[in-house]
């Protein structure tokens, strides 16, 4: 599957951002999906993560309350509402779909994911 995220930008401290992530293929809607970022000199960080059927979702605990993941199966997208952004937010963040399919658990691990969208910036300015 390939993957494409875009929504990103450069907001305020307190502003919202809706991430997209547009997938290719007829496949999609059998793929558990996560995001994941990415600030300079840091290492890529699991933020959300949704299953195929958007059963089981989980979230890293520096964005649990603030942040969404969603899916739209008939849309072949897959969401991250970002609400009360904040400067440490700022990186690149990357949608991305697990190595195996109808997976029931969500992996938070980086390796666990076989695609991986080309990532858009979001910058939280204070």
């Known amino acids: 599957v390939q993957l494409q995220a875009s929504g990103g930008g450069l907001v305020q401290v307190g502003d919202s951002l809706r991430l997209s992530c547009a997938a290719s293929?007829?496949?999609?809607?059998?793929?558990?999906m996560g995001w994941f970022r990415q600030a300079p000199g840091k290492e890529r960080e699991f933020l959300a993560g949704?299953?195929?059927?958007?059963?089981?979702?989980y979230y890293a605990d520096s964005v649990k309350g603030r942040f969404t993941i969603s899916r739209d199966n008939a849309k072949n997208t897959v969401y991250l509402q970002m609400n009360n952004l904040q400067p440490e937010d700022t990186a690149v963040y990357y949608c991305?779909?697990?190595?195996?399919?109808?997976?029931?658990?969500?992996?938070?691990?980086?390796?666990?994911?076989?695609?991986w969208g080309q990532g858009t910036q979001v910058t939280v300015s204070s």
């Open positions: 949704i299953t195929w059927n958007g059963g089981t979702i």
């Open positions: 293929g007829r496949t999609f809607s059998s793929y558990g």
């Open positions: 991305a779909a697990e190595r195996a399919r109808y997976i029931s658990v969500i992996h938070t691990k980086a390796a666990d994911f076989g695609s």
